[in-house]
């Protein structure tokens, strides 16, 4: 079992709709999370980090439910702009080890 | 956020020579540095992890005597791919966070290799 996994996609949605993107992680004692984007052919840029709160930046939320090891992140009123390859990342080994995901694909489209 | 550049962005080599990509933090110490390739279409792999003054710590698969890696400062990593052949030609990216725990890491670039 991997470390990290998301579903793969891609997921296909219209302008304006809500989308929402799981990730698993298989060691209970990750301690933080986040979520990155990748644009074609760019480098990942971190999107947020995810705290145990939930955090929420616009119209993306981040929240983290430890009791079923995994993360999630949704997109409210989906724009063109945020078609790309959502990754999410778990710090495990004490916080000093950095795994990332295989990604999901998104495209929105108008 | 943090600044990571990696350099060159793209090259053009021919098969059999190597290349040395070089990857920088400029305004944080890097204590560990990660080094990926990536495909078309396809997701990040990681390569090897390096931590600063010690040997890097490869995936397995990936040929630690073809990726050399080095890390001999806090703010310089470089991976030079030796003897490039064709089926080297891929996208590198680096990665670095400090030696905090629960950090985020942040990327340069990318080098865009083609080999010939």
């Known amino acids: 079992r991997k470390e990290v996994e998301q579903d793969p996609g891609p997921f296909n949605v219209p302008e304006g709709a809500t989308v929402a993107f799981n990730c698993t992680y298989s060691n209970s004692a990750s301690q933080s999370f986040f979520w990155y984007r990748q644009d074609c052919r760019k480098e990942p840029k971190l999107l947020m980090s995810?705290?145990?709160s939930g955090n929420e930046d616009g119209r993306f939320t981040a929240q983290l439910n430890r009791a079923s090891q995994y993360i999630s992140l949704l997109i409210r009123d989906s724009k063109l702009s945020d078609s790309a390859t959502y990754l999410c990342?778990?710090?495990?080994?004490?916080?000093?080890?950095?795994?990332f995901g295989a990604g999901t694909r998104l495209f929105v489209k108008a | 956020g943090a600044v990571v550049s990696q350099h060159p962005s793209r090259v053009i080599c021919k098969s059999g020579t190597s290349v040395k990509i070089e990857c920088r933090s400029l305004d944080f110490q890097a204590t560990t540095m990660f080094w990926y390739r990536q495909f078309p279409k396809q997701s990040l792999m990681l390569m090897a992890t390096?931590?600063?003054?010690?040997?890097?710590?490869?995936e397995q698969g990936v040929e630690k005597d073809k990726f050399l890696i080095n890390h001999a400062s806090l703010t310089l990593s470089t991976l030079t791919v030796t003897s490039a052949h064709p089926e080297d030609s891929s996208f590198y990216i680096c990665?670095?966070?400090?030696?905090?725990?629960?950090?985020?890491?942040?990327f340069g670039q990318g080098t865009r290799l083609t080999v010939v």
């Open positions: 990342v778990v710090n495990g080994d004490g916080g000093f080890k950095t795994i």
């Open positions: 990665s670095a966070r400090t030696g905090a725990p629960n950090t985020e890491a942040f």
């Open positions: 390096s931590n600063e003054g010690s040997k890097a710590t490869y």
């Open positions: 995810v705290y145990s």
